[in-house]
């Protein structure tokens, strides 16, 4: 009976210390898995955050895309109806051009020069109101973006590639082009032959 009554508290104890250690080995993992979850919300909040960020900047560069297009309809709403009034203004233009100089200084058509000249000055004042200007092409240098070659021409002393005439004016509206120039282009000299190619020898003594 004494050797029954001594081991049974040996048992309590080994038994209370097995239980003391799973509660810390539980609760140690308890633990672990709040340090696992943490960094996950940390995650989720930042892309969350990288989400809300994007979804502003679509909405901001949608806004800017629409500013622009309706600045663009603003500028550019009359272009179709600009294009149909060049054609006024080039018979304006030609009008001018038929009347000879020394018939334009006569009584009969002097008014008459003088009213069709002030009806394209006028014209042409209203168009630049509307951003409508006429292209400097005679002189220039060819510009495939604002002419439209029609003819080369051998032209001493112009430059090769440079505008020599002007048979139809170009307009620009805003910075877009409205109408070409049709132009007449200086053609580039063509190319001396080496001296003496083409001279013939003469092999008799």
Same mark, same amino acid.
């Given at each position: 009976?004494?050797? &029954?009554?001594?081991?049974?508290?040996?048992?309590? /104890? &080994?038994?209370?210390? /097995?239980?003391?250690?799973?509660?810390?080995?539980?609760l140690?993992? $308890?633990?672990?898995g709040?340090?696992? !979850?943490?960094?996950?919300?940390?995650q989720?909040?930042?892309?969350?955050?990288?989400?809300l960020?994007?979804?502003l900047?679509?909405?901001?560069?949608?806004?800017?895309?629409?500013? =622009?297009?309706?600045?663009? !309809? =603003?500028?550019?709403?009359? !272009? &179709?109806?600009?294009r149909?009034?060049?054609?006024?203004? /080039?018979?304006l233009?030609?009008?001018l051009d038929?009347? +000879?100089?020394?018939?334009?200084?006569?009584?009969d058509?002097?008014?008459?020069?003088?009213?069709?000249?002030?009806?394209?000055?006028?014209?042409?004042?209203?168009?630049?109101?509307?951003?409508?200007?006429?292209? /400097?092409?005679?002189?220039?240098?060819?510009?495939?973006?604002?002419?439209?070659a029609?003819?080369?021409?051998d032209? +001493?002393g112009?430059?090769?590639g440079t505008?020599?005439?002007?048979?139809?004016?170009?307009?620009?509206? $805003?910075?877009?082009?409205?109408? +070409? !120039?049709?132009v007449?282009?200086?053609k580039?000299?063509?190319?001396?032959?080496?001296a003496?190619?083409?001279d013939?020898?003469?092999t008799?003594?």
């Open positions: 009976m004494t050797s &029954n009554d001594d081991t049974a508290p040996a048992s309590n /104890d &080994n038994t209370d210390e /097995d239980a003391a250690d799973r509660a810390d080995e539980t140690g993992a $308890g633990e672990a709040d340090d696992e !979850a943490a960094p996950t919300s940390e989720q909040i930042a892309e969350l955050k990288d989400q960020l994007r979804a900047a679509e909405v901001e560069n949608t806004r800017r895309r629409a500013q =622009r297009e309706i600045e663009d !309809a =603003r500028k550019y709403a009359v !272009a &179709n109806f600009a149909d009034v060049l054609s006024v203004a /080039d018979n233009r030609r009008a038929a009347v +000879p100089e020394d018939a334009a200084a006569s009584e058509l002097k008014a008459l020069t003088e009213g069709v000249g002030l009806t394209e000055r006028e014209l042409l004042s209203m168009m630049e109101r509307h951003n409508i200007r006429k292209v /400097d092409s005679m002189g220039q240098k060819f510009d495939p973006n604002l002419h439209q029609m003819f080369e021409a032209t +001493p112009a430059d090769p505008v020599i005439e002007v048979a139809q004016p170009g307009y620009v509206i $805003g910075e877009r082009l409205l109408r +070409p !120039a049709m007449g282009v200086a580039k000299p063509p190319k001396a032959a080496p003496g190619a083409g013939e020898v003469d008799q003594a």
